[in-house]
């Protein structure tokens, strides 16, 4: 059970997608003036966690077992997987959701119709996914670096 528990390839990445959802409801409960806990388990929004998870996770295997890793490799082609979907796959979900919603308010204004409208914030923009990947990078060396330092002396 020890191991799990100083597993950093595990919880350096978990760490920094909760900061970033904590960073994200904080952020919304700023403009909105009212706090919102959907956003801690909710998908889009600057940045994105799961790009900064899954490239924190790429750091990690480079930094501990090499870039030339085969550890390395699989977190890269999983990093790249999930940065495709974020920007490609999910953002366009959301477009079709958002203009289904307006065709269904359209369709049926004034009749009744179901209360419950699509996700329409489910992917990111290129701009998200890029600050998701630099916050996470930067993150992920830092505590590294701090965590190598703080076992040599």
């Known amino acids: 059970m020890v191991a799990l528990w100083s597993n950093l390839a595990l919880w350096i990445p978990v760490s920094i997608a909760v900061l970033i959802q904590v960073f994200k409801f904080f952020w919304e ?6 706090p919102d806990f959907r ?21 990690v295997m480079g930094y501990q077992y090499g870039l030339d890793s085969p550890f390395f490799a699989i977190a890269i082609i999983l ?25 269904l308010r359209e369709l049926f204004s004034g009749q009744p119709i179901s209360e419950e409208e ?36």
Request: aromatic residues 6%.
């Open 79 to 103: 990093t790249v997987i999930v940065m495709y979907d974020a920007t490609g796959v999910r953002q366009q979900s959301g477009k079709h959701a958002r203009v289904l919603n307006q065709i």
């Open 29 to 34: 409960w700023v403009f909105t003036g009212r």
């Open 118 to 153: 699509l996700k329409e914030l489910l992917g990111h923009t290129a701009f998200e996914v890029l600050v998701g990947a630099l916050v996470s990078i930067a993150y992920t060396l830092s505590l590294l670096a701090w965590l190598e330092s703080m076992s040599k002396g």
């Open 39 to 59: 956003v801690l388990s909710r998908s889009g929004g600057m940045p994105s966690s799961h790009t900064a998870l899954v490239c924190s996770l790429g750091t």
